[in-house]
C-alpha cells in the first residue's frame, strides 16, 4: 500500500512565523507535489517536484517554497505566514512511469493567526 | 489553457437515488480525465479514470464516459448510499504528462 504521511493534521501559527509543512512517501516515487485545497476553488498546485533537489512552480507559488532534499520527503515553507495562507495543504506523490495515479496524503489543516 | 468544470453543490439525495455530477473540461491535445473522491477527514482518492474517448471508467457502482465531442465526464451512480458522502473532484492530467487540473469539488450527502 502506498503510503503518504503529513507531519501534522492541524496547524496553528501565527502571521510573520516561518511555519514547515512535511510530507514523506514510502514507494519511491518520483514525483511529489503540494497542492492547497480552498472551498469553491478546489485544489490549486503550489510546487511539484521531478527528482531530488528539483522543483516546479505550480499555479500559485507565491509565498512558499518548497525542498527536495531526499527522495522520499517534500518539504513545503512559508517564509512568512499570513492569514490568507490559512487553508488546507495536501502533499501527493506518483511514479515517474505511472504518472497518472496521485495518492493523496490525509492534508494539514493550517490556520494562521 | 486547461481546466476544469464542474456542477456546483451542495447535492444532497436520499438513499437510492440516482446520481449525476457534471464535469466539463478545457484541454490542449488529449488529456486523461479523472474522478476523486474525499471522505470526510482523509485526503484525496482515485474513483476512476479515463484515457481515451468513449472510454467508460467505473468503480463501486460509481461510472463516467469520456465524451469528446462535449468535452464531458459525468459521474454517474445508479443508486447511491449514505457511505457515498463525500466531496467529489472531477480532474484532467495534461497530455504533457506532468499536471493535473482539479474541478472545484462537489459535496454529496446521501440521508437515509
Known amino acids: ?113 | 489553457g486547461n481546466s476544469v468544470t464542474q456542477m456546483e453543490g451542495p447535492v444532497t439525495l436520499s438513499e437510492e437515488a440516482f446520481l449525476t455530477i457534471n464535469c466539463t473540461y478545457t484541454a490542449t491535445g488529449y488529456p486523461s480525465l479523472f474522478w476523486y473522491v474525499q471522505y470526510p477527514g482523509e485526503g484525496l482518492q482515485l474513483l476512476l479514470k479515463a484515457t481515451k474517448a468513449d472510454d467508460k471508467g467505473s468503480n463501486k457502482g460509481f461510472e463516467a464516459t469520456y465524451r469528446k465531442e462535449t468535452t464531458s465526464f459525468h459521474l454517474e451512480k445508479g443508486s447511491v448510499q449514505v457511505s457515498d458522502s463525500a466531496v467529489y473532484f472531477c480532474a484532467l492530467l495534461s497530455n504533457t504528462g506532468n499536471q493535473f487540473y482539479f474541478g472545484t469539488g462537489t459535496s454529496l450527502t446521501v440521508i437515509p
Open chain 1, 1 to 113: 500500500d502506498v503510503k503518504v504521511t503529513q507531519s501534522s493534521r492541524y496547524l496553528v501559527k501565527r502571521t510573520g512565523e516561518k511555519v514547515f509543512l512535511e510530507c514523506v512517501q514510502d514507494m519511491d516515487h518520483e514525483n511529489m507535489f503540494w497542492y492547497r485545497q480552498d472551498p469553491g476553488l478546489g485544489l490549486r498546485l503550489i510546487y511539484f517536484s521531478y527528482d531530488v533537489k528539483m522543483k516546479e512552480k505550480g499555479d500559485i507559488p507565491e509565498g512558499y517554497s518548497v525542498s527536495r532534499e531526499k527522495k522520499e520527503r517534500f518539504s513545503l515553507i512559508l517564509e512568512s505566514a499570513s492569514t490568507n495562507q490559512t487553508s488546507m495543504y495536501l502533499c501527493a506523490s506518483s511514479s515517474r512511469t505511472r504518472a497518472s495515479e496521485q495518492f493523496f496524503g490525509p492534508g494539514t489543516r493550517l490556520t494562521v493567526l
